[in-house]
């Protein structure tokens, strides 16, 4: 069964630091989504994609934060000058269209020091 | 902003008997529920789905009922098996492109 993969699985980052996440969705998908999960907390909405802009995004999801389909299979997630409480666990979803769920991929644990 | 809530944040149930887990929402404008599972080191996986125009879906052994009165949804997980051991998350949706997750109920199954 197709699945949406995301790399690097942990990535630990010095703040101040730039970090890029990536994540390849299922081929045959249209949206992408991009959620963040802190630890011990719930799963919140950062961004969705689609037709190469970006269609919502949350107040969380501010000017450190951008997001790129740089080809067409790479979804990424940018966030410049890294903060402490940047680290969490990055989901990146996708779905073929607006009446299909969402498909997960296993995250990346981003941790700032 | 507690759009979806899941009040009870563990359940144990024996193996076999059923699992009933709970998420109540605020919101008027969600037309779309799902719930996922996730397991440890993995992200959420789909489970079942349900619109707001019905009132009871079921897959196999799990079943979605929808209260829209009460702003209630349950998952039904009958009979459980240790498999299902694994954080619930309920998510909402108003037909933008978000989902709005609960903070998740983690169930054990207990052989």
């Known amino acids: 069964e197709p699945e949406v993969t995301q790399t690097p699985s942990h990535q630990v980052t010095q703040m101040g630091q730039e970090v890029i996440l990536r994540c390849v969705p299922i081929?045959?998908?249209?949206?992408f989504y991009w959620y963040r999960q802190i630890l011990g907390q719930k799963v919140e909405f950062l961004v969705s994609?689609?037709?190469?802009?970006?269609?919502?995004k949350s107040e969380i999801f501010d000017d450190q934060f951008s997001v790129e389909r740089p080809d067409g299979s790479n979804f990424t997630l940018k966030i410049r000058s890294t903060k402490l409480e940047d680290s969490a666990m990055y989901f990146c979803?996708?779905?073929?269209?607006?009446?299909?769920?969402?498909?997960f991929g296993d995250g990346t644990r981003l941790s700032i020091l | 902003d507690q759009q979806v809530k899941q009040n009870s944040p563990s359940l144990s149930v024996q193996e076999g008997r059923i699992s009933i887990l709970n998420c109540d929402y605020t919101?008027?404008?969600?037309?779309?529920f799902l719930w996922y599972k996730k397991y440890p080191a993995e992200g959420p996986t789909f489970l079942i789905s349900?619109?707001?125009?019905?009132d009871k879906n079921e897959d196999g052994r799990f079943t979605v009922f929808l209260n829209k009165s009460a702003k209630h949804l349950s998952l039904h997980i009958v009979p459980s098996q240790p498999g299902d051991s694994a954080v619930y998350f309920c998510?909402?949706?108003?037909?933008?492109?978000?989902?709005?997750f609960g903070t998740g109920t983690r169930l054990k199954v207990l052989a």
């Open positions: 349900i619109s707001s125009i019905k």
């Open positions: 994609f689609y037709n190469n802009e970006i269609s919502e």
């Open positions: 919101n008027s404008m969600f037309d779309y």
């Open positions: 998510a909402a949706s108003d037909g933008t492109y978000k989902y709005i």
């Open positions: 081929s045959n998908h249209l949206y």
């Open positions: 979803a996708s779905r073929r269209d607006i009446n299909q769920p969402q498909h």
